[in-house]
C-alpha cells in the first residue's frame, strides 16, 4: 500500500476500481499473491452450484477477462459449454477486500490462445492432462490418474507430456458485474460496478 490510508482509497470509487484491476493483474502474475487462487463457481445441469479453487493464470483489463487451465474432460467444461454464467469469488486477508466477480465464461481447446497457453505451461502443469480416466471418475482406490511410469516424477521433455495437450482447455471469463468489499473497523466500505454497452465501467456505492 502507499501513504494512502484504506479509507480514502475506499471512499473514491475510481480508486476501488484501479485498486481491483491493481490486485486481479498481481493475482495472475504472483502466486504468492491473495488472489492467486480465486473460488470459481458455476452451474450444474440440474441448478446447483458448484464451485472449486482455481488458479489465475492471466487477467487482461481491456477486456476485464480472467483466464484459468481445466481438463477438458472436468465435469464444469460441460456446464459452462460457451457463454454460461460464471462467478468468481477473491479475498485479501491482509487487506481485507473480497472482490465477487460476475459474469460469462467460454471454453477454448483448439484456439491459438490455448496452443500458447499449453506452450508457456511447466512440464509439471502440463503433466496433470496426462490423468486417464478422466477427472471425476469413480476409483476403488486412491489414486492420481496419472500413468504409472510418469507418476511422482518430473518429466523429462515436451515429448513426454505432449499427449496431454488433447485435454488441455482454457476457462475464460468476462467480468460484467464487481462486487468490492472493504472490511474495516472504522466502518466497513461496499461498492459495486457493472460494465456499460460501450465498456465503461459504471459504480455505485453499496451499504455494507
Given at each position: 500500500?502507499?501513504?494512502?490510508?484504506?479509507?480514502?482509497?475506499?471512499?473514491?470509487?475510481?480508486?476501488?476500481?484501479?485498486?481491483?484491476?491493481?490486485?486481479?493483474?498481481?493475482?495472475?502474475?504472483?502466486?504468492?499473491?491473495?488472489?492467486?487462487?480465486?473460488?470459481?463457481?458455476?452451474?450444474?445441469?440440474?441448478?446447483?452450484?458448484?464451485?472449486?479453487?482455481?488458479?489465475?493464470?492471466?487477467?487482461?483489463?481491456?477486456?476485464?477477462?480472467?483466464?484459468?487451465?481445466?481438463?477438458?474432460?472436468?465435469?464444469?467444461?460441460?456446464?459452462?459449454?460457451?457463454?454460461?454464467?460464471?462467478?468468481?469469488?477473491?479475498?485479501?486477508p491482509a487487506a481485507k477486500r473480497q472482490f465477487?466477480?460476475?459474469?460469462?465464461?467460454?471454453?477454448?481447446?483448439?484456439?491459438?490462445?490455448?496452443?500458447?497457453?499449453?506452450?508457456?505451461?511447466?512440464?509439471?502443469?502440463?503433466?496433470?492432462?496426462?490423468?486417464?480416466?478422466?477427472?471425476?471418475t469413480v476409483s476403488d482406490v486412491p489414486v492420481?490418474?496419472?500413468?504409472?511410469?510418469?507418476?511422482?516424477?518430473?518429466?523429462?521433455?515436451?515429448?513426454?507430456?505432449?499427449?496431454?495437450?488433447?485435454?488441455?482447455?482454457?476457462?475464460?471469463?468476462?467480468?460484467?458485474?464487481?462486487?468490492?468489499?472493504?472490511?474495516?473497523?472504522t466502518g466497513h466500505r461496499r461498492a459495486l460496478?457493472?460494465?456499460?454497452?460501450?465498456?465503461?465501467?459504471?459504480?455505485?456505492?453499496?451499504?455494507?
Open positions: 500500500m502507499t501513504s494512502q490510508s484504506l479509507l480514502d482509497l475506499s471512499d473514491d470509487l475510481d480508486a476501488v476500481l484501479a485498486d481491483v484491476w491493481q490486485r486481479l493483474g498481481r493475482a495472475a502474475k504472483d502466486r504468492r499473491a491473495p488472489m492467486h487462487t480465486p473460488v470459481v463457481a458455476t452451474i450444474t445441469g440440474d441448478g446447483v452450484p458448484s464451485q472449486r479453487v482455481m488458479v489465475l493464470r492471466a487477467f487482461d483489463r481491456a477486456s476485464a477477462t480472467l483466464r484459468f487451465h481445466t481438463d477438458s474432460r472436468a465435469a464444469k467444461v460441460d456446464q459452462i459449454c460457451d457463454g454460461s454464467p460464471v462467478s468468481i469469488l477473491g479475498y485479501d465477487r466477480l460476475s459474469g460469462v465464461a467460454r471454453i477454448e481447446t483448439d484456439t491459438a490462445a490455448a496452443d500458447q497457453a499449453w506452450g508457456e505451461a511447466t512440464l509439471f502443469a502440463r503433466r496433470c492432462y496426462l490423468a486417464d480416466p478422466a477427472p471425476g492420481s490418474g496419472l500413468p504409472a511410469e510418469i507418476e511422482g516424477r518430473k518429466p523429462e521433455d515436451d515429448e513426454e507430456v505432449a499427449p496431454g495437450r488433447a485435454n488441455f482447455a482454457l476457462l475464460m471469463a468476462q467480468i460484467d458485474t464487481i462486487e468490492f468489499l472493504h472490511l474495516a473497523h460496478f457493472h460494465r456499460a454497452p460501450d465498456g465503461q465501467w459504471q459504480g455505485e456505492w453499496l451499504v455494507p
